[in-house]
């Protein structure tokens, strides 16, 4: 990945260009699952896969951005918020399965 493309995309998307979102979902996505998919669990994989993870951090990442909560100077910034907001998106899951489990949800 060319980090002065990624460092061009993540100031397009701090600008609120939709196109760069998608020059950079094509760049990351492979990785992004692929991280995703080994955080997972075979249990909760079941009904939300790797793709429904890297989509949703995606996702998260690109709102936080345009709207300024979120700043990442270069590609391995914007990685290391990737991993951490799909860590927690993969967590939250997880409560939320085992609450579904014990009947409270």
């Known amino acids: 990945m060319d980090n002065q493309s990624v460092t061009g995309w993540i100031d397009q998307l701090s600008n609120g260009n939709s196109q760069a979102a998608e020059q950079l979902w094509r760049h990351i996505s492979v990785r992004l699952q692929e991280f995703a998919r080994q955080k997972l ?7 939300y896969d790797e793709h429904d993870a890297a989509n949703s951090a995606f996702h998260s990442l690109c709102r936080g951005l345009a709207d300024g909560r979120i700043e990442a100077e270069n590609r391995d910034a914007l990685w290391g918020l990737l991993a951490v907001i799909t860590s927690r998106k993969i967590s939250a899951q997880r409560r939320r399965t085992n609450r579904q489990k014990r009947g409270g949800g």
Request: avoid cysteine; hydrophobic fraction near 15%.
């Open 41 to 47: 669990d075979p249990q909760i994989r079941r009904r």
